[in-house]
């Protein structure tokens, strides 16, 4: 029986390992951190409860497919479809639009902005459908060899797509709508992925077709983390070690192109067949495995993800008039998106989302009370090392939104933690505080991404955001498949 060890635990890796366990490989775990999870983590203080980062997904299909590879007898947590997806508002302006799947709901919310809007909006996601489903099974959800194998696998993808690849998101907003509002809203999806609408290829409006039709948007009912709970318990079943507090810091190799052992903080060996690495694809080739691609250098030469500040808030009172998921923006859309990678906005009026955790899951406050998560994407530490005024940013943050709710937050707060893009850079591992990993601009996506094997070591794969297909909770369960697909297809598979 091999035996594969995995470093770290996100999404990406206890569905590896449930899916590896199944296929009879013996599994352990080494994390760096006290619990799992990763980015998908949770808060618990003063009574009440937060979801560290994601809380909504679409394509839960894929982790459907995940339950059935991995023969698990039942779902260890339950989806809930979201009625409302968010509401959206702009400073300066009362009126709020709700963001909904059934069409003519949502025309009914621009129709005084976008005239003829469920026309337009009907060409556009028909579009960016045909795209999605032209694209998924061809290009996704596959593994590539070389760059040559990319390459030859794009060419398959009909040329009617190809101006797609030279626009942005703004680009293909402004050949649809008119309406500022529109066409801010609907390309919120490339702040999902991290980056902006005006560096983010037009491919990814294929977002707004997962969103609006295709799966919508779920969340877990008792929380998001709900999910690792689920998939932990499964871990324990079937036996699989996960060892927190457990960073790896080097390596040891056998001489014959492999790597024989990682070794901890502690200078602790752990040895295995195999290894697939959780943690971070470029940070890891760059920190343990020193590569010459993947010097400092380069590494901040590569296009990051905007990096998190983020706030958990627990309040004394209930907030009635502010639904579950909420994008609060400002009035300078495209300036503020054009410097804020660069740390030359003012973080004062920054644009920020914001969840009404209990409003999904009563159990995260205490009665009467609420529990609020505040998301602010912020410029990584290349662009602003120092955080040491992340109070007084919050500070802003919950004033401009008190102004917005008509509610004075401050006086209300019972329970406050803030985290800087330092706190999530060491306590993931995340490089200079990126929130969701390397960037999906055209020469970081499919073959030009780091790839989920490694170039030197036979025996070392890799799994999750940094590596194919991309980030995000369905991203890390289809990245599990792919290495999964990987591994046996070089070291075979043992179904039990
Ligand atoms: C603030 C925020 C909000 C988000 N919101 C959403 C959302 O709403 N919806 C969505 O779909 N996605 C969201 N995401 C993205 C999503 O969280 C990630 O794409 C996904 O969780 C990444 O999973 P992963 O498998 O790459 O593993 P990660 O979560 O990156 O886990 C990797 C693990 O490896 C460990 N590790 C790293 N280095 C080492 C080492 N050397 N030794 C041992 N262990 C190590 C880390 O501690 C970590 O636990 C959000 C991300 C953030 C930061």
């Avoid at 707004?208 to 929380?223: A, I, K, P, R």
């Avoid at 998190?308 to 300078?332: A, C, R, W």
């Avoid at 530490?381 to 709710?405: C, G, H, M, T, Y």
């Avoid at 060491?426 to 929130?435: P, T």
């Amino acid at each position: 029986m091999k035996k594969v060890l995995i470093v770290g635990s996100g999404l990406g890796a206890l569905t590896t390992a449930l899916r590896l366990h199944r296929r009879g490989y013996r599994v352990e775990m080494v994390e760096k951190y006290h619990q799992a999870g990763g980015r998908l983590n949770q808060l618990k203080k003063d009574g009440f409860t937060w979801d560290l980062g994601p809380t909504f997904f679409s394509m839960t299909y894929e982790f459907q497919e995940f339950f059935e590879d991995a023969q698990l007898k039942e779902m260890p947590f339950t989806f809930r479809e979201l009625d409302t997806l968010y509401a959206v508002s702009f400073r300066g302006f009362d009126k709020r639009y709700f963001i909904y799947k059934d069409l003519d709901k949502l025309a009914a919310e621009f129709e005084a902005v976008e005239p003829n809007f469920k026309e337009k909006m009907t060409r556009f996601l028909a579009s960016a459908g045909s795209f999605f489903h032209d694209v998924e099974h061809l290009v996704l959800k596959k593994n590539y060899d070389s760059i040559w194998d990319y390459l030859l696998t794009l060419m398959r993808v009909p040329p009617k797509y190809t101006p797609r690849l030279f626009r942005s998101v703004w680009q293909e907003m402004e050949r649809h709508f008119e309406s500022r509002e529109v066409k801010e809203i609907f390309s919120l999806v490339a702040f999902f992925l991290g980056a902006t609408p005006f560096d983010t290829p037009s491919i990814y409006t294929l977002l707004s077709y997962t969103e609006l039709v295709h799966d919508g948007y779920h969340n877990v009912f008792g929380g998001m983390y709900k999910i690792v709970e689920g998939l932990k318990k499964e871990i324990d079943k079937a036996g699989i070690p996960i060892h927190f507090n457990t960073e790896i810091v080097a390596y040891q190799e056998d001489g014959n192109k492999k790597v024989k052992g990682f070794v901890d903080q502690n200078g602790k060996t752990w040895e295995a067949d195999l290894f697939v690495v959780n943690a971070d694809a470029a940070l890891f080739r760059h920190k343990i495995f020193r590569r010459e691609k993947f010097t400092e250098e380069k590494m901040d030469k590569m296009k990051w993800t905007l990096a998190p500040l983020t706030i958990y808030i627990g309040l004394d009172t209930k907030l009635e008039n502010v639904p579950l998921h909420n994008y609060f923006l400002g009035n300078n859309f495209e300036e503020y998106a054009g410097k804020i990678f660069k740390n030359s906005i003012k973080l004062d009026q920054p644009y920020y989302y914001v969840n009404v955790v209990s409003k999904s899951d009563p159990e995260a406050a205490p009665a009467g009370s609420e529990s609020l998560f505040i998301l602010c994407p912020v410029p990584d530490r290349r662009f602003k090392p120092n955080w040491d005024d992340k109070e007084q940013v919050a500070a802003n943050i919950i004033d401009d939104l008190s102004q917005r709710i008509g509610i004075d937050l401050k006086k209300h707060i019972v329970s406050q933690t803030v985290l800087s893009p330092i706190e999530w850079e060491e306590s993931f591992n995340l490089y200079k505080g990126s929130g969701l990993g390397l960037g999906h601009n055209l020469t970081q996506i499919g073959g030009f991404r780091p790839k989920n094997f490694d170039e030197v070591y036979k025996n070392v794969f890799y799994v999750g955001a940094s590596t194919v297909p991309g980030t995000g909770l369905p991203m890390a369960v289809i990245s599990s498949k792919l290495v999964v697909e990987r591994i046996t297809k070089a070291y075979g598979s043992v179904h039990k």
